[in-house]
């Protein structure tokens, strides 16, 4: 394979990899950079990957959960809603971005998004298939915009009456809604197809990569991992991502850290997250990013040419370990976070409990639960049955302090809540949540793993248990 990129070297403007991107064997440990193959190109560029716009859109995700947090409880939601709208929908402004930002040492290279790419949003890039696992039979966009619009009211985007965290459930929801769909269920699906973005012409006129070149670029962009995660371990891809380890992060020595090339973004943190903990038995992250680099240096080898059948059938294999293997990741979340919340009650209902400090976690956690459950329901296969367990499980909200839970929402986007449930009625639910997630995902990290109780659990409510009460 890596003679045949050494062949690249006689096409204008092209070169080849830095010997120290690439093992001896001819495998890659950087995404990137890769020689120009386009055989038609005749400018100036020596590097085919491009992905900057992803990496704008994991910085507008990050900006836009910032936000979600600003409210006042009214007073601001119009100019709060307003400026959540600019980063989801796009704005002609060039925005500042809002996280992640320089933290203690770790100095952040750009300062707004143009700096990055210019005109992007995520709207245009969101789930918009119908979105059950939220009241009102809306569809994701839809959801989403419901969601921007209930943080804009709500004080520090905490809802307490209905167990809502904004910033939770709409960062969550759009890391799969987004970022997940668009990699698993366009870029690495039909995008894949012999008479979609063919490998023997440029992306768009006047690129430097190829139609399949910058395919998977985008693919890969979505994923949020550093260029050198493979030269990482999964404590410190973790450390990147919470701005801890700068030595790790800055790749080139420059000082800075790159958000385009060295930065870990919410994707490949939760992939390095379960890696480093739990059962510590995953390798999902470097699995995922291996397979990136793999598909790119695949298509590299073909110089330019249309890729054969072969070639592509390759190449959607290894989309097909990037997608199972994320879609673990997202279902390890869901189980993550179904204990969390699991504990959270049982906190609450200890003798001396900090309830209203524990209730606010329990929600957060639930945020996540419900993002992430939401997010397992953005990709390209449909989950059928198992979402349908998924969601009565869950439920449209948690069970609240007084034992409440959202049912419904009215027309005018307000939540209704009409049935209550107990404590220890929910908790089960929530391990047959981690149950389920084992049963129909195989999840192995299992971090929060609190199955331990079900047993003792289902035997103390009784197997006839009616969990709602009017």
């Given amino acids: 394979m890596f003679k045949s990129m050494l062949k690249c070297s006689t096409i204008i403007g092209a070169t080849i990899l830095p010997i120290t991107a690439v093992h001896a064997g001819g495998h890659a440990t950087t995404y990137g950079p890769f020689p120009v193959t386009l055989q038609s190109y005749s400018g100036d560029k020596e590097n085919s990957v491009s992905y900057s716009g992803q990496i704008a859109r994991h910085v507008l995700h990050d900006s836009l959960k910032v936000l979600a947090g600003r409210g006042d ?29 320089t933290k203690d040492g770790f100095v952040i290279k750009q300062g707004t998004l143009n700096e990055i790419s210019s005109g992007k949003n995520i709207e245009g890039k969101f789930y918009n298939g119908a979105m059950l696992a939220w009241p009102g039979s809306m569809k994701g966009r839809d959801v989403a915009m419901h969601m921007i619009e209930r943080a804009s009211v709500a004080t520090k985007g905490f809802d307490a009456d209905n167990g809502y965290d904004w910033a939770q459930l709409i960062s969550k929801f759009t890391m799969g809604a987004m970022a997940y769909s668009q990699a698993v269920d366009n870029y690495l699906d039909e995008k894949l197809e012999a008479d979609t973005k063919p490998n023997n012409k440029p992306y768009k006129d006047g690129t430097a990569y190829t139609g399949k070149e910058h395919v998977w670029d985008e693919g890969f962009g979505y994923f949020g991992a550093a260029a050198h995660t493979l030269a990482l371990s999964a404590d410190q891809a973790y450390g990147i991502a919470k701005r801890k380890d700068v030595a790790s992060a800055d790749a080139n020595g420059d000082g800075v850290i790159d958000l385009k090339t060295e930065m870990v973004f919410g994707p490949a943190y939760y992939a390095a997250a379960f890696d480093r903990s739990g059962s510590k ?72 409990a900090d309830v209203a400090k524990v209730y606010r976690g329990y929600v957060k956690h639930w945020g996540e639960l419900k993002g992430f459950s939401m997010a397992l329901q953005s990709g390209r296969n449909n989950l059928g049955e198992t979402a349908g367990t998924m969601n009565d499980l869950i439920l449209f909200g948690p069970v609240t302090l007084d034992n409440s839970y959202v049912t419904g929402v009215t027309s005018s986007g307000e939540f209704k809540r009409d049935k209550r449930m107990t404590w220890n009625d929910y908790q089960l639910q929530l391990l047959q949540v981690q149950q389920l997630m084992v049963n129909k995902f195989s999840v192995s990290s299992r971090v929060n793993d609190q199955l331990a109780d079900l047993g003792a659990l289902a035997d103390k409510l009784g197997t006839q248990s009616n969990a709602e009460t009017d």
């Avoid at 990037?322 to 869901?334: D, K, M, T, Y």
Wanted: glycine content about 6%; overall charge neutral.
């Fill in 73 to 101: 409880g009214g007073a601001n939601a119009a100019s709060l809603k307003a400026e959540m709208l600019a980063y989801f929908s796009g704005s002609d402004k060039n925005k500042a971005i809002l996280a992640p930002l």
């Fill in 281 to 352: 038995s995953t390798n999902y992250l470097n699995t995922i990013m291996q397979s990136y680099v793999d598909g790119r240096m695949l298509i590299t080898s073909a110089n330019g040419a249309v890729l054969t059948d072969a070639q592509r059938s390759s190449l959607k294999s290894h989309a097909a370990v990037i997608e199972s293997n994320w879609e673990q990741v997202l279902a390890e979340a869901v189980f993550k976070y179904a204990g969390s919340a699991y504990k959270d009650i049982s906190k609450m209902q200890e003798d001396g």
